[in-house]
Every structure is written in structure tokens, then in C-alpha cells.
Nanobody, 123 residues
Framework: VRVVESGGGLVQTGGSLRLSCAASGRTFSIYCMGWFRQAPGKEREFVAAIAWRGDITYYTDSVKGRFTATRDRAQSTLYLQMNSLKPEDTAMYYC?????????????????WGQGTQVTVSS
């Protein structure tokens, strides 16, 4: 599965951005799609994910109530609506797909990763 992110950019504190992730290839094999981020000098962390067939969503505590993950299954596209952005949300955001039915969607061990899109929140 190939995944390609888009939609990053520079925004002021309190602003909004919407990230998109288009999946192609063997999309029928996807069980979860997720968003992860990595800030300079920090480890990559889980942000949000969606169970591709059940539409259940998961979020890390720091983004609950601000970020919303949705998906258009027909278009094999994952979205991340980010509202009330904070400087600490600044990071490279990665989209990923998991093809393992036994792996929870909040796991960091996904199979297919995109190149990332930069999100910068200015204070």
C-alpha cells in the first residue's frame, strides 16, 4: 500500500489545518490508518487512527477535542482536521497504513508509511 500525505503548512496558534492521506495499491488489505508525528529531537508518536472497516477512531490524549480523524473509504483517503493548534503541535506528520488484523490501531508498528508533511504552528 502506498500512502501520500498533503495539507501541511504554517499556521498561527489557534488556527486550523486539514491533512489528507491518499492510499493506493492493495487498499483492501488495510485494517487501520493512522497519523503520527515527530518533532525535532523527539521520538515519533501516535496522534490518531481509524479502524478502516469499522470507523472507530483513536486519539492520543493531547489532541482529544481538537483533532478529528475521518476517512472516505470509497476514495481510500484519510483526513486529519486539526483545530485550536498549539506550538507544541509543530512536527512532521506521517500517515501510515496497517495491514495486520492482530495489531491494534494505536500501535506504532504500521506497515506502510508516507514521506510526511510539515506542520508548523507559530506562537
Amino acid at each position: 500500500v502506498r500512502v501520500v500525505e498533503s495539507g501541511g503548512g504554517l499556521v498561527q496558534t489557534g488556527g486550523s489545518l486539514r491533512l489528507s492521506c491518499a492510499a493506493s495499491g492493495r487498499t483492501f488489505s488495510i485494517y487501520c490508518m493512522g497519523w503520527f508525528r515527530q518533532a525535532p529531537g523527539k521520538e515519533r508518536e501516535f496522534v490518531a487512527a481509524i479502524a478502516w472497516r469499522g470507523d472507530i477512531t483513536y486519539y492520543t490524549d493531547s489532541v482529544k477535542g481538537r483533532f478529528t480523524a475521518t476517512r472516505d473509504r470509497a476514495q481510500s483517503t484519510l483526513y486529519l482536521q486539526m483545530n485550536s493548534l498549539k506550538p507544541e503541535d509543530t512536527a512532521m506528520y506521517y500517515c501510515a497504513a496497517s495491514r495486520n488484523v492482530f495489531r491494534h490501531c494505536t500501535s506504532n508498528d504500521y506497515d506502510d508509511w508516507g514521506q510526511g508533511t510539515q506542520v508548523t504552528v507559530s506562537s
